[in-house]
Structure formats: structure tokens, C-alpha cells
């Protein structure tokens, strides 16, 4: 969300409203669950672990 949170948006307005949303390491249990490349679609790939794939999966549906 950081990521797509840095793309700019056309309208002025909106674009100094918008909140920006920092990346926290933190925020991850990399340690415990690696990630991976996981096919959740056909020719979509994603790097996760278990407990961020489970999430990706529960949103596809």
C-alpha cells in the first residue's frame, strides 16, 4: 500500500488530502513465516508468506 500510496494523483485537491501510509518492517513475521513465490492465479505470482497468501486468497474470492 506504500507503494501504490506514492503515485501521484491529478487533482490537486485530493493529492494534499491524500495520507501517506509509511512501510513498517515491523509490521511483518518474516522471522517465523518465510516468504515465497506463490501462484494465486494462473500466471499471477506473488511473494508471501502463509499468513499474507491465506489474505490474498480470502480477498480473490
Request: charged share 30%.
Amino acid at each position: 500500500q506504500s507503494l501504490l500510496g506514492a503515485v501521484p494523483i491529478p487533482d490537486p485537491q485530493i493529492e494534499k488530502a491524500k495520507v501517506v501510509k509509511p512501510y513498517s518492517l515491523d509490521s511483518h513475521h518474516y522471522d517465523e513465516d518465510k516468504p515465497a513465490f506463490h501462484e494465486i492465479k494462473p500466471g499471477h505470482f506473488v511473494w508471501a508468506n502463509n499468513a499474507e497468501l491465506a489474505e490474498y486468497r480470502k480477498n480473490m474470492k
